[in-house]
């Protein structure tokens, strides 16, 4: 009888691939999230508010984004992945906003550093704290949205 496997966790599964000899330019067996079925960007910017103005939100979390700049599918699908299990938001194609506490925040950032240590690329992974006054004070450049609307901006003036 079979002794039945356990789940490998992110940076093991990622050392499977490794020592069966990985390349990134490698197919992946598997359909990729269709990135442009992302919410439309007035829903974004409404999660993003919604995120940072949550009246339940935890003390002691730290708001941070993460970036990356990954050339093979295969290592971007998989990333992707972690950060949506991780608790992450997507807000855009190579964007994730997080509000987590700061040793979940230690631990993504050490697992991500695994991550890029494994195999040759010119990746690059920004992750990048930020406070809620920074949040509430982006300005969309590009598709019109009325984002002081969104943001329930106080600087309107009536006349």
């Known amino acids: 009888m079979r002794k039945p496997k356990t789940a490998l966790d992110y940076k093991e599964r990622l050392l499977v691939m490794k020592n ?3 390349t990134p330019e490698q197919k992946i ?7 442009d079925k992302l919410p439309t960007l007035e829903q974004r910017v409404k999660k993003i508010i919604g995120i940072v103005n ?10 941070f984004f993460v970036m990356y700049d990954i050339e093979s599918n295969k290592v971007r699908y998989n990333v992707v992945k972690y950060l949506q299990k991780q608790g992450c938001t997507r807000i855009q194609k190579s964007i994730f ?3 987590l506490d700061s040793e979940k925040y230690r631990e993504i950032r050490s697992d991500l550093t695994e991550i890029q240590s494994l195999y040759e690329n010119h990746d690059s ?11 509430n004070a982006m300005k969309v450049i590009g598709q019109e949205i009325a984002i002081d609307v969104i943001t329930h901006s106080k600087n309107t003036l009536f006349f």
């Open 20 to 22: 069966a000899t990985f």
């Open 29 to 35: 067996n598997r359909e990729i999230a269709d990135i």
């Open 54 to 63: 949550d009246k339940q939100r935890k003390i002691g979390n730290m708001l």
């Open 97 to 99: 906003l997080a509000d």
């Open 125 to 135: 992974i920004i992750i990048c704290p930020v406070s809620t006054e920074q949040i």
